[in-house]
């Protein structure tokens, strides 16, 4: 199973990367996102999938899950959503005030 | 001595508060006593019974480096020359430049500039030594630019600092190495150590490393051009720094290494081909110069490539004639600089082609200028200094020996020839700058100013050096006892003593190829005339300056055309090329280390629900790079979130389920709000190369993260640290779910710091959208 | 367990909290930040006094024992590179009031900085490489915050191209640790070099691969050759005040990163990652800057690209991997931060001072400014590393190490790229600063002094690690000779 989640990543992350190399904002925070999605489930992946009950200390249960690896999912999900989140805003104050979505035309190079 | 070395540094920095005080007195009659005492310390020194003597202050000890002061033969003479000069210069310098100047800048770089000479010279150390060394161009660069509101200025000053500043670093990269084959940062330490030196591995290195350092400094063929421009600066500079001082830094630093490497072939060969050369071809620029300064700095080069040459003989004759000539040259080129700044001074013009008929306006320049002109010509006179040293290159050219191999053989016969060659052109531009000057037609109407005599105290400097040049001319030996012989010591190593004569006999060599010489060269100037069109066009079109303009030129159009090749501000060209680096290296790193590892192992069954959700994600992923509609493709993207959401849960996650439920939820929306206003996605109508990179990029990521991943996962090398949270999640951290507990307790920094992120975020939105509306609002 | 450790990242936060309640007094603000800027730096000096006299202080997070909770290292360079940097930061809150608008500082300038230090700090401190990646994303959102800082057209368009570089390295930067976790089972860099060690040989080539990843990660930041593109638009759009923070440490803490990793965890193939790798990028790295700093016309874009060839002299230590190599890198370092900040501030004097930054209609700004010129003066000689200044002390120590190791084309690229970032910047001098006084040069004197003044505290520091090296080399001889042995900084994270 871990073969297949591991192949899942490399989609996203192939995906991911396919975007971020178009033009337009939407496509370019799409491939963000999906890149971030396939970094969480690697981290999650390595940990080792399905060997146990949920961390959470429990009578009679000897098999937990690696707590570590959620724990870290949990911060970088709250991070990534921080950094999205700022990211949307810049790209639509971006667009409003350079009229554009198209990140080929703001290339702006020695002209200011 | 450390006083001698620093006190014109600390001068130059009180200098700017004096010339602000005292606005009636001008600023050089202050400083003058600085350099005149130094000269008087070192005075004390002379005579036949010198001995060394030697200060040392520590510095850095951790890298060796100590200011530690040696003085010796060669040390004392160029002391003397600097401060002696340095006087002269000083007092001259009071009258070439008046009080509206900004004095105060002009003695700071010259007082810099003392300070960095005489640590120069005196310093045993390497590393003191380079960095006295670098200030000697750094203090020449600000003295060429002092008149820097001139083009022609700063034009010549980037050159002297450039090409200087080159030799300044490769003769560090020598002295590095020098350090680390001997293990010593002292010179005299390095010298005894000479056979590991030249048996070394690195020998070539080395020399190259040093002799580009010399030669760059001393202005020797081809990276002479520097300093015909450096002759934009003040004429005092040019008659201290560019023909006295600094541009012998070079010279003194071959002499001062010379021990070592006086028994190596290559050293003399380099040494006398570069030396010679020079000499020719700069004797022969400097007759074809119109500006009395560029004749002079042409002869200036010349003269230091005769001495170069004569340091690369090698002969202890040679090498006495050299230091011999280091002296005369600073004394008749010294005063002929400052009779050409006070032709300047007093007519407006240093153009050949205007001046001429001087001798009846001024008389004492002329006279001075006759001895000056003759003693570099080396007409054979007794009271002539010039002349003794000439003869004595002339003879260190014939006694040549101690070599073997063809090539050497026949540069050896080739020696004398190119000597005479060049001393030829060193008496026709000698004439030509007296006659030129002086005598002939004189031209009124060509002249910005009345010439007239210079005031008395502007000729007491040339006045002094010009009888120099007659003492040492007459007492050569008197001279030869007290310094030179010992300066020939130091270099040579071993006792020089030598007599100087002036009279060698009718059947002596040297003296004939001195009279083949003035015999020549009274016929070259007689006939000028005639040779005018040839000089004018030899060399033509092809010239070192051109080569240095080019690559000045080229190197800003060359960098800005690379740079702006790849600096497009395209985010797309940066991130293709990021990850083709990145999968590059990557990949080939792990090849060259046989790091893969397909050996699967320790997995978890395959089960049908989870494989649906996967695929059901790895479709919508790849949705999102064909969605046309915007909302769509936002869409998509929130089922690839909420996908791993239910991946989550399955594996176990519930609180990551939760929060990624949550905030797939929000982003989904936040991603809904801002790009409602946005264009709706278009269709990429790119070309196939285009698309295919794209491609190609992406999906070389891919699979470098998949092999990684695959061959981090079956290569376990030790077990997680897990166990622990688990064990002591509700005994050490008083909760039962252990993410929960390691969040917030064993991993608090991170979450502490995760909410400032968050905190930063929130404020940066909302700094982006008020500051917004509030300009609005202006 | 001693506490201390953490204070130099607490404490800027706490301070970024305060002032974001009163954006809008700013005379307080001003006043309050630079005043706890200085006790800050006198605690952190005071701390930096207590690492050098009794060895590494860790703080283990939360009182839990390494590795399962995160441990905070001040050791030699570490607590030398957070008091760099706050020396750095000391001089640009005396500058920021004179070169930012009134808008830009009510706008969280305070904040934001302060969440910098914050976030640097952590960055230099932390042993722990999740952590680490926190503390990025922290002083990456600041400078966020700060880049967009006054919403210009360009500099919304640079912030957005400099966002999605960082973020896409951060994710690698998270996958990377993924990655990490599963070979070792670990995060914390002390225990991950201890598992990583007990590798067999033949095994070890994974590792090597992850190693480069993670270089690559770190060298987005640091700006290493062929990674740097990003940098010099999105550096030069903000206020001259964000650039030289950006310039002085953001470079730096990837460079700290790569010095941290690489001479902690992978250092099992040196030969192939150091000596091969390390150097060839290094050189690469030296020569593609100063072909960039001489390909403009632009005063602030000349001395932002000058930061990429110091990075390759940073770089080329690490690779020399030896005793001269490293400590020349961590002088270089050292040294480069001061400078690099000292020469972003007079270069936002210099703007303001001629009323634009294209070299080719400057001339003359000596004649109204001539402290700001000499300034200059001395900073370029500094940077192109001309003794008795700080820059030759780091520069001899590369030399040599490069030289006793035989990497002559090394040296000979690192002297050529000397003298030509010698030659970008005394360009700016003889063409801005030499020749007939321009027009339209400012006629407010007093806001040009005022931003000249904090560089002359940076030089005097320069000046100081030069004349003074002998005061500083034996820590960063102590500094080499310990990052060459691992042992005393695992020892002192797991078992202190």
Known sequence: MEIIMIVLASILFTTGVYNLLQKQFLRIIIGTALISHGAHLFILTMGKLKRGAPPVEDYGVSNYADPLPQALILTSIVISFGVTSFLLVLAYRTYKLNNTDNMEKLRGLNNE | ??????????????????????????????????????????????????????????????????????????????????????????????????????????????????????????????????????????????????????????????????????????????????????????????????????????????????????????????????????????????????????????????????????????????????????????????????????????????????????????????????????????????????????????????????????????????????????????????????????????????????????????????????????????????????????????????????????????????????????????????????????????????????????????????????????????????????????????????????????????????????????????????????????????????????????????????????????????????????????????????????????????????????????????????????FYHLPNLTTNNNSIVHKGTNVLVSIGYGVLMLVIGVTAYNSRFADTISNFFMENTYELGGGHNAVNVILVDFRGIDTLFEVAVLFGAALGIFAMIKLRQDKGAK | MNNLAILPIILPLLASVIVAFIPSKLNIVRKLSQALMVIFLIIVGYIAWLVYHNGVIVTQGGGWDAPFGISIVADYLSILLVLTTYIIATAAVFYAPHSLSDQQEKFYFYTFYFLLISGVSGAFLTGDLFNLFVFFEVLLMASYGLIVLGNGKAQLRESLKYVLVNLFSSMLFVTTIAFIYSLVGTVNMAHIAERVEAIPAEQQGIITGIGVLLFFVFAVKAAIFPLYYWLPNSYVVPNPVISALFGALLTKIGIYSIFRVYTLIFVHDTAFTHQQLFIWLAIFTMLFGVIGALSTNNVKLIVTYNIIPAIGFILMGIGLYSEDGLAGSVYYLMHDMVVKAALFFLIGALVVAAGTKDLSKMSGVIQRFPLLGWLFFLGTIVLAGVPPFSGFIGKLLLLRGALSQEYFLLTIVALLSSLLILLSMIRIFIRGFWGEKMEGMTNDNRKVHALTIPAVFLLAISIFLGVGAEYVLPYVDTISTYLLDRTEYISAVLKG
Request: with cysteine.
């Open chain 2, 1 to 674: 001595m450390v006083y001698a070395v620093f006190a014109p540094l600390i001068f130059a920095i009180i200098i700017p508060f004096l010339s602000r005080i005292k606005h009636k007195v001008h600023t050089g009659w202050l400083i003058l006593p600085v350099p005149l005492l130094i000269f008087i310390y070192f005075l004390q020194f002379v005579g036949s019974d010198f001995e060394t003597a030697r200060q040392t202050i520590d510095w850095i000890p951790s890298l060796n480096i100590a200011l530690d002061f040696y003085l010796d033969g060669l040390s004392l003479l160029f002391a003397l020359l600097i401060s002696g000069i340095g006087t002269l210069v000083v007092l001259y310098s009071i009258y070439y430049l008046n009080k509206e100047e900004q004095l105060g800048h002009f003695y700071t770089y010259l007082y810099i500039f003392m300070s960095s000479m005489l640590g120069v010279v005196l310093s045993d150390n390497v590393f003191v030594l380079y960095t006295f060394w670098e200030f000697t161009s750094l203090s020449s660069f600000l003295l060429i630019g002092y008149w820097h509101y001139r083009e022609k200025s700063r034009y010549g000053a980037l050159k002297s600092m450039l090409i200087t500043v080159l030799g300044g670093f490769s003769l560090l990269g020598g002295v590095i190495l020098l350090t680390i084959e001997t293990g010593t940062t002292s010179i005299r330490g390095m010298i005894e150590q000479a056979d590991l030196i030249v048996n070394s591995d690195y020998f070539l290195f080395i020399l190259i490393f040093l002799l580009l350092g010399a030669f760059t400094k001393s202005a020797q063929f081809p990276f002479h051009i520097w300093l015909p421009d450096a002759m934009e600066a003040p004429t005092p500079v040019s008659a201290y720094l560019h023909s006295a001082t600094m541009v012998k830094a070079g010279i003194y630093l071959m002499a001062r290494f010379s021990p070592i490497f006086s028994e190596v072939p290559l050293f003399f060969i380099i040494l006398s081909i570069f030396g010679l050369v020079t000499l020719a071809w700069a004797s022969y620029m400097a007759v074809r110069q119109t500006d009395l300064k560029g004749s002079l700095a042409f002869s200036t080069i010349s003269q230091l490539g005769m001495i170069m040459a004569m340091l690369g003989f090698g002969t202890s004759y040679a090498v006495f004639a050299a230091v011999f000539h280091i002296l005369n040259h600073a004394t008749f080129k010294g005063s002929l600089f400052m009779v050409a700044g006070i032709v300047d001074h007093e007519t407006g013009s240093r153009d050949i082609r205007k001046l001429g008929g001087l001798m009846t306006f001024m008389p004492i320049s002329a006279t001075l200028a006759i001895f000056g002109t003759f003693s570099m010509a080396g007409v054979p006179l007794p009271f002539l200094n010039g002349f003794y040293s000439k003869e004595m290159f002339f003879e260190s050219a014939l006694d040549l020996g101690g070599y073997s191999g063809a090539f050497i053989e026949s540069l050896i016969t080739a020696i004398p020839i190119i000597a005479v060659v060049g001393s030829i052109f060193t008496f026709v531009y000698s004439m030509y700058l007296f006659f030129g000057t002086f005598r002939g037609e004189y031209k009124e109407s060509e002249l910005p100013k009345k010439p007239h005599e210079a005031p008395f105290m502007m000729l007491v400097p040339p006045m002094l050096l010009v009888i120099g040049v007659m003492v040492i001319g007459l007492f050569p030996n008197m001279f030869n006892q007290a310094l030179i012989t010992h300066s020939a010591d130091a270099v040579y190593g071993d006792e020089v003593a030598k007599d100087i004569k002036f009279w060698h006999g009718w059947d002596s060599p040297a003296f004939q190829m001195s009279l083949i010489v003035v015999a020549a060269g009274i016929l070259l100037y007689l006939t000028k005339n005639k040779w005018h069109h040839i000089y004018r066009v030899i060399p033509g079109r092809f010239n070192f300056n051109r080569v240095y303009d080019w690559m000045v030129e080229k190197i800003e159009s060359v960098s800005n055309r690379i740079t702006t090749a790849y600096m497009t501000g395209s985010l797309r060209l940066y991130m293709i090329l990021i990850l083709t680096a990145i999968i590059t290296i990557t990949a080939g790193a792990i090849l060259i280390s046989d790091g893969f590892n397909f050996e699967v192992q320790d997995l978890a069954p395959i089960t049908a629900p989870e494989v649906i959700v996967a695929s059901i994600m790895a479709i919508a992923a790849i949705g999102t790079t064909v969605a046309r509609n915007r909302i769509a493709a936002i869409l998509i993207l929130g089922v690839v979130g909420y996908g791993l959401a239910i991946l989550f849960v399955m594996y176990s996650a519930p609180d990551l389920a939760l929060t990624q439920l949550i905030i797939e939820t929000v982003t989904v929306v936040l991603f809904l709000l801002c």
